[in-house]
């Protein structure tokens, strides 16, 4: 398993009329889970522990690193304080975006082209 999970977002984008029943019910479960109403991100949210993860992390420009360490402080300190940030400071769904995850699957694609490489035999003539 790796730190992106199972996914199937790209069956449900295949079809237009499974994207148009999905679509806001995922819209609703995300404005439920609450991330957003603490100016959370969804790549926010990932564990950080994962080894895939500290390498995307490592190769965020120095802006997008320091927006995501704001974004978690002033998270923990509205949790803190037990409620949420002003409705004007919430993220909206269209700033909602994964920063992350390009990242992420950088670093998968170059394991499993590692994974290739290290196990490679040679077969002599």
Same mark, same amino acid.
């Given at each position: 398993? !790796?730190?992106?999970?199972?996914?199937l977002?790209?069956?449900?984008?295949?079809?237009?009329?499974?994207? /148009?029943?999905? =679509?806001?019910?995922?819209?609703? @479960?995300? !404005? $439920?889970?609450? @991330?957003?109403?603490?100016? $959370?991100k969804?790549?926010?949210?990932?564990?950080?522990?994962?080894?895939?993860?500290?390498?995307?992390?490592?190769?965020?420009?120095?802006?997008? @690193?320091?927006?995501?360490?704001y #974004?978690? /402080? $002033?998270?923990?300190?509205?949790?803190?304080?037990h409620?949420?940030?002003?409705?004007?400071q919430?993220?909206?769904a /269209?700033?909602d975006? #994964? @920063? $992350?995850?390009?990242?992420?699957? !950088?670093?998968?694609?170059?394991?499993?082209? #590692?994974?290739?490489?290290?196990?490679? =035999?040679?077969? #002599? /003539?």
């Amino acid at each position: 398993m !790796n730190a992106l999970g199972p996914s199937l977002a790209p069956y449900v984008r295949s079809s237009r009329t499974l994207k /148009k029943w999905v =679509t806001p019910l995922a819209q609703w @479960y995300a !404005n $439920l889970m609450g @991330y957003r109403k603490m100016g $959370l991100k969804y790549d926010d949210l990932q564990q950080e522990e994962l080894p895939e993860v500290q390498r995307a992390l490592g190769r965020l420009t120095q802006r997008e @690193y320091y927006d995501r360490a704001y #974004r978690m /402080k $002033l998270s923990a300190h509205q949790s803190v304080l037990h409620k949420p940030l002003p409705k004007e400071q919430w993220t909206s769904a /269209k700033e909602d975006v #994964r @920063y $992350l995850k390009p990242h992420i699957v !950088n670093v998968l694609e170059e394991e499993t082209e #590692r994974a290739a490489w290290d196990t490679m =035999t040679v077969q #002599r /003539k």
